[in-house]
């Protein structure tokens, strides 16, 4: 092969991986990305699903977060989702929550760190159900746990796991 076949090749290469990267970065562009980030909150008055911001710390008025989940395969389909746990915060977490998320938002630094998930704040003050259920319980306690984990055992047609939805 002579040189300048090499070259010829090379700078073709070269193209072809810029204009890959180039797509693969346009690609995420049309996506929220995490600033964008939309959850499931389902509003307890009304009994229905919304989306709402990422950032959103619940309780937001009747809304509370929902883990929504559908069998491998049905995702898309709205009629096969199935809400499997709500969740939301005590008020002293939510407090510090949206402390933490109004400093970010006013680009100072917070004169404390956020609570981590492994803070006691956190444990004692992140509460699950079940959507039929009027009881809130503590995520960490056995009835919380049972009820953040029962999803995972469903099972749908032909054996299919169910998966997490997001809107």
């Known amino acids: 092969m002579s040189g300048q076949a090499r070259s010829v090749l090379k700078f073709s290469g070269a193209v072809v991986l810029a204009a890959a990267a180039i ?8 996506r929220r990305g995490e600033s964008g980030a939309r959850v499931w909150f389902y509003d307890q008055q009304k009994k229905q699903l919304y989306a709402a911001a990422r950032d959103t710390i619940p309780p937001d008025g009747h809304g509370v977060r929902a883990i929504v989940v559908a069998f ?13 746990y709500l969740e939301t915060y005590g008020q002293p977490l939510k407090d510090a929550l949206e402390k933490a998320k109004a400093a970010r938002g006013s680009g100072k630094a917070a004169k404390e760190a956020p609570p981590s998930r492994e803070s006691e704040l956190f444990r004692t003050n992140n509460l ?5 259920e009027a009881e809130w319980h503590v995520a960490g306690s056995a009835e919380g746990r049972q009820v953040v984990s029962e999803w995972r055992t469903w099972r749908g047609p032909d054996g299919r796991e169910p998966v997490v939805c997001m809107p």
């Open 72 to 84: 491998r395969g049905e995702e898309k389909d709205s009629a096969k989702r199935r809400v499997a």
């Open 23 to 30: 797509w693969f970065a346009g690609a995420g562009c049309g």
């Open 128 to 132: 699950v159900r079940r959507v039929e």
